[in-house]
C-alpha cells in the first residue's frame, strides 16, 4: 500500500485463463525505489520470471501508468506496456501517447496486469475502479480502426458517452507478427518490441478505458506548482518545443529529415549508404534518384497537412495528422492519418529506396490498422529487397525489389495475414529471416529489433545506445540525438566516439525517469532534472534530490539489464548490423559530409562499461547491492570476474 501523491494504489491482476480478477495496492518501497509506469512495470515482469516463455501463458502483459500520467504536469498522457519480448527475447517496454493513460489514472488505476491465456477473445473493460471481461469474437478478425467504432458503439450508452479510449491489436497481433503493436485511438502506437503479439497470444483483442477527468492532486502543492511553473517556461522558450513556434511544434517528428539528411546521417537504400544525396550520387549517374526532402516535415505541412491534434495537458501538438489521395493499383485511394512520423517515414520510404510521400501516408495508414510497428515492418522490407537483390529469396519468387511502394502497400496486409510463404517469413522478422537464409550481413537489427533513423556511422552516440539497449536497438532508450543534433543541453561533435559512452548512460537513465513518471520524452528537449524533481517532489509529497532520482533512473535501466543478463544476454549481444562497425569485414563507410566514418564499437563498449560498473556486459553483484536491487538470483559476477553461465 501507499499513500504517495500522484497514485490510485489500485492494481488489477488479471487472470485470463479463468477469467479471475483480483485488486492490490502499490508497494510503496517499490514505488520509491522504481517510480512507476516502466519502471513498475518492469518490475512486476521481473518478478513473473526472467524464463518465461514470451508466447505462453505465464508471460504477463503490464498497461502501467506513473505518478505523474493524468496530472496538471506538461505532456504528461503516456502510458507504458511491459513485458518479455517475443521478438528479442528481452524485457521490453512500448509507450504511447493520447488520452488511454490519463483515463486509466482517472478511472482509479495505476496499473493492469494481464496473465494467462483466454480460451475465446475477449476485451477488457476498465470503468471506476473495477475491470470486466467481456466477449470480443465478433471483434476478432478486425482491423483496429473497426474495432475501435465497434466498441465505441456499443459502450457509448452510459452517462460518459464518448469519453473513452480504445487501445486494441488488428490482424497483426491476432496471427502473432513478432512486431506486432498495440494502437490507441486509431493513429497512437505502442510500437516496439512485439507487445500487440503477446496480446493476441492472450486473445486479448482490447482494452477500453472509460472515465471522468479526475486530475489527481498534487500532495504538496506549492512545491509542485513552482515546477509546473518553471516547466512552462523552459517549454515556451525552447526552439524546439516552443508552441506554434518552434520545430517539434511546427513539423512534428519529421522536423528531422532535412536535419539528418544534411549531416549525411539518414540511412538509406537499407543504410548501404548515409544518406539519399549520397546514394543518387553513387547510383544516379548525376542524376538525384531520392530526394529525402519529399517525405519532410516541411513538405508535409506544406502539401498534405490537415489538423495538428495533442495529447493530454500537451501545448506543444508534435501530430500531423494528413489527408492525401494516392493511386493504388488503378484505384483511387483517400487516406486520413495521424502518424506521419520522422521514423516511420524513414523505415517505409528512404530506407526502403523511395520518396513516394503520399504512398507513405497509405502504408502508415494500413500499419495502423493491422496494428504492426512502422519501423520493423519498414526495416524488414527493406532487408528483404537486398536479400532480393543478392538471389537469397529466389526460393519464395518474386521478393520484394528496391522502392516498389505498389507491392509494400500491399505486403503490409500480407504480412498482417501471414498470406504468403514471404509473407509468413517477414512476420517473423529480421533475425528469422537472418537465420533462415544466411542473411546476417542483411539485417539491421541489434537483439532482434531493427535500428531507427539515425546513422551509428556518423551519429557515435546512437552506435553505443543501439548496441547496449536493453530492448534490442533503440533511439529512446538513449536519445543522444538531442546533443549530437539539436545541441540540447549542450552542442558535441555526432562523430567523435569519446565520451559517448557516458553521454549515453546519462541519456538512458533521464529517460528511464521520464518513462516511469509517465511522460513524454520530448519535454527533455527543454525540461531538465530540476523541473522534474520540483514537480516530482509536488506530486508524490517525497523529497528527492536531483542525484537521488538519476540514481532511480540508473536502478531501473540495470534492473532491465539484470533481467535480460538472467535471460541470457550479456556483452556479445551489445552489437551492431557489421556494415556498421570499423574493422568488420562486410563494413561499408559512410558518404558524403560523413565519408569513410565507421562506428569505433569495441572502444565505446569499454567506456560504456566502465561507466556503468559492468562486467562484460553483465550487472556485478556488488553493483545490484550498492542499487539496492534485492530480487532474483544474482548474476554471479564480482568484480573482476566472469559472467555466469547463462543457465545459472
Known amino acids: 500500500m501507499t499513500d504517495l501523491g500522484g497514485f490510485q494504489d489500485h492494481v488489477a491482476r488479471i ?51 506513473g505518478p505523474l500520467t493524468g496530472t496538471q504536469v506538461t ?111 486509431d493513429d497512437r502506437a505502442s510500437g516496439r518490441g512485439g507487445t500487440g503479439c503477446v496480446m493476441g497470444n492472450k486473445n486479448l483483442k482490447a482494452v477500453v478505458v472509460k472515465s471522468s477527468t479526475r486530475m489527481p492532486k498534487p500532495k504538496d502543492q506549492e512545491t509542485f506548482q513552482e515546477g ?79 489538423d495538428e491534434p495533442t495529447c493530454h495537458s500537451c501545448p506543444v501538438a508534435c501530430k500531423k495528422e494528413v489527408e492525401v489521395q494516392a493511386m493504388h493499383k488503378g484505384e483511387e485511394m483517400n487516406v486520413r492519418t495521424e502518424s506521419y512520423e520522422y521514423e516511420s517515414a524513414w523505415a517505409l520510404g528512404p530506407n526502403s529506396g523511395h520518396v513516394e510521400r503520399d504512398k507513405i501516408a497509405v502504408m502508415l495508414e494500413r500499419c495502423n490498422d493491422v496494428g504492426v510497428d512502422t519501423i520493423d515492418v519498414g526495416n524488414t522490407m527493406a532487408m528483404a529487397m537486398e536479400m532480393t537483390e543478392e538471389g537469397k529469396l529466389d526460393e519464395l519468387g518474386d521478393g520484394l525489389d528496391w522502392g516498389d511502394a505498389e507491392t509494400m502497400i500491399d505486403m503490409i496486409e500480407m504480412i498482417a495475414h501471414r498470406e504468403t510463404e514471404l509473407a509468413d517469413h517477414l512476420a517473423e522478422g529480421p533475425d528469422h529471416l537472418a537465420e533462415e537464409f544466411d542473411a546476417h550481413t542483411n539485417s539491421l537489427a541489434v537483439k532482434g529489433q531493427t535500428m531507427a533513423a539515425y546513422d551509428p556511422r556518423c551519429m557515435k552516440g546512437m552506435a553505443i545506445g543501439y548496441a547496449t539497449s536493453n530492448r534490442g536497438a533503440c533511439h529512446l532508450r538513449g536519445y543522444t ?101 570499423e574493422g568488420d569485414e562486410h563494413a561499408m563507410p559512410a558518404q558524403g559530409g560523413s565519408e569513410g566514418e565507421l562506428a569505433e564499437l569495441s572502444k565505446m563498449k569499454d567506456e560504456y562499461y566502465e561507466v556503468r560498473d559492468w562486467e562484460n556486459g553483465v550487472v556485478p553483484d556488488e553493483k545490484l547491492d550498492d542499487l539496492g536491487i534485492d530480487i532474483g538470483p544474482g548474476t554471479g559476477v564480482s568484480s573482476g570476474g566472469a559472467a555466469a553461465p547463462s543457465d545459472d
Request: charged share 25%; proline share 3%; glycine share 12%.
Open 228 to 306: 509546473h511553473k518553471q516547466a512552462m517556461q523552459v517549454i515556451q522558450e525552447s526552439d524546439v518545443t516552443a508552441p506554434n513556434e518552434g520545430g517539434l511544434s511546427m513539423y512534428g517528428t519529421n522536423v528531422l529529415m532535412n536535419l539528418t539528411e544534411e549531416m549525411d546521417g539518414l540511412p538509406t537504400k537499407n543504410a548501404r549508404y548515409s544518406s539519399t544525396r549520397s546514394y543518387s550520387d553513387a547510383e544516379g549517374d548525376g542524376e538525384r534518384i531520392i530526394d529525402s526532402e519529399n517525405v519532410s516535415g516541411e513538405n508535409v505541412r506544406e502539401n498534405i497537412l490537415v
Open 481 to 581: 540525438p538531442a546533443a549530437e543534433i539539436l545541441g540540447i543541453p549542450e552542442k558535441v561533435d555526432p562523430r567523435e566516439w569519446e565520451g559517448k559512452g557516458e553521454l549515453c548512460a546519462t541519456f538512458q537513465d533521464l529517460h528511464a525517469i521520464s518513462d516511469s513518471f509517465d511522460i513524454c520524452k520530448f519535454n527533455a528537449f527543454a525540461e531538465g532534472i530540476e523541473e522534474y524533481v520540483l514537480q516530482y517532489n509536488g506530486m508524490t509529497g517525497l523529497d528527492v534530490s536531483e542525484e537521488e532520482l538519476m540514481e532511480a533512473g540508473e536502478r531501473i535501466y540495470n534492473l532491465e539489464r539484470y533481467y535480460n543478463n538472467l535471460a541470457g544476454f550479456d556483452g556479445s549481444d551489445d552489437d551492431l548490423p557489421n556494415r556498421f562497425v
Open 75 to 185: 505532456m504528461s498522457g503516456r502510458i507504458a506496456i511491459c513485458t518479455k519480448s517475443p521478438l528479442t527475447g528481452t524485457v521490453t517496454d512500448s509507450h504511447h501517447g493520447g488520452w488511454s493513460g490519463a483515463r486509466l489514472k482517472w478511472s482509479g488505476f495505476d496499473g493492469l496486469l494481464f496473465e494467462g491465456q483466454a480460451d475465446e477473445p475477449v476485451y477488457a473493460l476498465v470503468e471506476d475502479g473495477e475491470v470486466e471481461l467481456r466477449d470480443a469474437s465478433h471483434l476478432w478478425g478486425q482491423g483496429v480502426h473497426d474495432t475501435i467504432d465497434d466498441l465505441e458503439e456499443e459502450i457509448e450508452g452510459g452517462s460518459l458517452g464518448k469519453n473513452l479510449s480504445v487501445m486494441a491489436i488488428g490482424q497483426g497481433g491476432e496471427n502473432e507478427v513478432k512486431y506486432a503493436c498495440i494502437v490507441n485511438e
Open 15 to 65: 487472470d485470463l485463463g479463468d477469467g479471475d480478477v483480483a485488486y492490490e495496492g502499490i508497494d510503496e518501497e517499490d514505488a520509491k525505489k522504481y517510480i512507476g509506469a516502466r519502471g513498475l512495470g518492469v518490475k512486476y515482469v521481473f518478478d513473473q520470471g526472467p524464463d518465461v516463455d514470451p508466447l505462453g501463458p505465464e508471460n504477463l502483459l503490464a498497461f502501467m501508468n
